[in-house]
């Protein structure tokens, strides 16, 4: 496997991460990425000059998996947005490999911090369908993981769980930010 940048020009690449983009977030995400078209426009932002765009690849060039970031705070931080591999490849390291790469790439670029909403609208968690206001932090004390939620992935490279917007997808539907350090105090 090699980790290399996504660029406009590879066609055959972004086909690839359209068929397995929508395939991953079908049923866990809002309508925004259920379609090739949303999912197409989705990749092509992620040219843009404050983005980092990088994918997975084996030696017959087959795209495994997909990451990107966005540069906020000036750069201190980085929102990890999106990455999604290959239905056939998880748990099979990729996404642990492109988290670390993308790690790299911020630090290189002067990012001490990146963090990330893991949206919960399919009821993945302990924190869907209930109201968390007023004693919201006591609800992410108890978090459950209860059908296979990303934060528990992210967990495992790192991340803690810095918050969460209850409603942000609709009444009861939270997302939870995370987050990670990647660069000590200069």
Do not use: C
């Not at 990107?68 to 929102?79: K, L, M, N, Q, V």
């Amino acid at each position: 496997m090699q980790i290399i940048d996504l660029t406009g020009d590879n066609q055959s690449a972004i086909a690839q991460i359209v068929d397995f983009f929508v395939a991953g977030f079908q049923g866990r995400s809002s309508e925004h990425f259920a379609n090739r078209d949303s999912a197409l426009e989705e990749i092509q932002a992620s040219f843009a000059s404050d983005r980092i765009s990088r994918i997975a690849v084996d030696e017959d060039g087959t795209v495994l998996g997909w990451i990107g970031a966005i540069r906020s705070y000036e750069g201190h931080a980085w929102e990890l947005h999106p990455l999604v591999v290959r239905g056939d490849r998880q748990r099979q390291g990729v996404g642990k490999a492109l988290v670390a790469d993308l790690e790299e790439q911020v630090r290189q670029r002067g990012g001490g911090t990146i963090y990330i909403g893991t949206d919960d609208e399919a009821g993945e968690t302990s924190l869907f369908g209930i109201d968390l206001y007023p004693n919201v932090w006591e609800h992410i004390a108890q978090i459950k993981n209860l059908r296979h939620h990303p934060y528990e992935f992210y967990r495992k490279q790192g991340h803690t769980i810095v918050g969460v917007i209850p409603d942000a997808n609709g009444f009861s539907k939270p997302d939870i930010l995370m987050a990670k350090r990647i660069k000590e105090k200069d």
